[in-house]
């Protein structure tokens, strides 16, 4: 499948880009993003971040589908 | 009711006066403002960045929670992305609500939750020269007893 990764704060340096078209067999949140760890040497654990599919929070065991937008949210500092 | 996401700098005055009708007895606000340090090191301006779709969303969600829960008339967030200097309004929040009290605590409990739960980020660029992403660890610490995240 194929997902639009979108890429905030520190996963921008540490993809070195905003957003990437994504080709995986991943078909969860938590096992894309154990992909991605593995590709761009991250190590910020899946616990500490949330995850958002299509613009909305989402469970990281929800089943993913091809075209599915995706974003981990570090943990955010507005204010 | 409104949240929006600006990159020039937020018009407290003219945000203050769309606000302004006769059945509120009361206008509350904060600004949040970047200062020159954190951590002990000296900052020199932030860059904010945000998740447009999601913070949309979310804050607008906050700002219903806010109206459910406090017996407010009207809430309004402004948050600024993009470069800032030392000096300039990061967010504004304006309420308005027939008394005080409830004005008072609803501005509180927006500008709280946005800081846990809105997806924006800034990056800090040091008098030294140096940046970095800034952890929140105080948010990060609210967003794990609220179970967004965990230890």
């Known amino acids: 499948m194929t997902y639009q990764l979108l890429y905030f704060a520190m996963f921008q340096d540490w993809a070195g880009k905003n957003e990437e078209q994504f080709s995986s067999a991943a078909a969860t949140p938590a096992a894309l993003y154990e992909e991605l760890c593995k590709k761009y040497s991250i190590n910020y654990p899946q616990r500490q971040l949330r995850v958002a599919v299509n613009d909305q929070f989402a469970n990281w065991e929800q089943p993913l589908n091809d075209g599915d937008r995706i974003a981990f949210i570090p943990p955010v500092a507005g204010g | 009711m409104y949240f929006e996401i600006s990159e020039t700098p937020i018009d407290i005055i003219e945000r203050r006066t769309r606000m302004v ?115 929140c660890h105080e948010c990060k610490k609210k967003a794990i007893e609220k179970g967004l995240i965990h230890e």
């Open chain 2, 21 to 135: 009708q006769y059945h509120a007895g009361g206008y509350v606000s904060f600004e949040g403002w970047i200062r020159d340090h954190n951590h002990g090191k000296e900052v020199r301006s932030l860059e904010y960045q945000a998740y447009p779709a999601l913070a949309g969303t979310e804050a607008e969600k906050i700002l219903q929670e806010a109206k459910d829960q406090f017996a407010i008339d009207d809430c309004d967030v402004v948050h600024r992305v993009g470069h800032l200097d030392v000096g300039e309004i990061a967010v504004w929040v304006g309420v308005t609500a027939a008394h005080r009290g409830a004005a008072f605590d609803a501005c509180e409990y927006i500008i709280d939750e946005l800081k846990i739960r809105v997806p924006i980020w800034k990056n800090e660029h040091y008098l030294n020269g140096k940046s970095g992403w800034v952890e």
